[in-house]
């Protein structure tokens, strides 16, 4: 079974999901980084987010907690307002 680690901010910072969509985009991914699957939704109307990371794993999601949740106030896309973890109950793609 799947886990998702979904995460609301607000105050969105622009420079910041910048780096983070370029980082990704190159492959550049904090070290020890499981494979995963990551959504990041932004509402420039309300200036808040979601990060989503699904992983095949608990264990794979008590790393990426750990990872993400180390991410210095300041590099992170805005003000975290909150933490979740989910078990994915159905994924697909049409």
Same mark, same amino acid.
Do not use: C, W
């Given at each position: ?26 492959? =550049? ?13 932004? =509402?420039?109307?309300? =200036? ?47």
């Amino acid at each position: 079974m799947a886990f998702a680690r979904v995460v609301t901010f607000e105050n969105i910072n622009p420079d910041n999901v910048a780096r983070i969509r370029q980082s990704m985009e190159s492959g =550049d991914v904090p070290e020890g980084m499981p494979p995963s699957q990551v959504l990041f939704l932004h =509402d420039k109307g309300t =200036d808040t987010a979601l990060a989503i990371v699904i992983v095949e794993t608990e264990d794979e999601y008590r790393q990426v907690d750990e990872i993400l949740g180390g991410v210095p106030a300041n590099q992170a896309a805005g003000r975290r307002t909150g933490v979740a973890k989910y078990e994915v109950a159905v994924r697909a793609s049409t």
